[in-house]
């Protein structure tokens, strides 16, 4: 869950909640949200997309980020034992942030 976004100049940072048994967290910035298999996500994230996979951690920050409205979401995902693949949660609440 994002708990809170700050946007400071051209910088955004997200900070969220720790998620249990997640071993890593998908942060993204997308220019818009959409509705795809019944969850809303952000999309058209290009390159403003982050991977945390540090325990404890729970910001992320996104540096030179051009001016105009990005939607922020995130998702835990952890690892199956079966074959290691990936298994995501589904997307958080979706947050607003204006870079001016």
């Known amino acids: 869950v994002i708990t809170n976004v700050t946007v400071s100049g051209s910088t955004i940072k997200v900070t969220y909640k720790v998620a249990a048994n997640a071993t890593g967290y998908d942060v993204v910035l997308g220019t818009g949200s959409k509705k795809e298999n019944g969850e809303t996500r952000p999309y058209q994230y290009g390159n403003h997309k982050k991977l945390n996979?540090?325990?404890?951690?729970?910001?992320?920050?996104?540096?030179n980020v051009p001016k105009g409205t990005w939607v922020v979401g995130m998702h835990a995902f952890n690892r199956t034992s079966e074959d290691g693949k990936k298994?995501?949660?589904p997307w958080?609440?979706?947050k607003k942030a204006t870079v001016k």
Not at 53 to 61: N, P, R
Request: charged share 20%; net charge positive; hydrophobic share 40%.
């Open 53 to 63: 996979l540090k325990e404890g951690t729970v910001t992320a920050t996104f540096k």
């Open 87 to 89: 298994v995501f949660s």
């Open 92 to 94: 958080s609440n979706l």
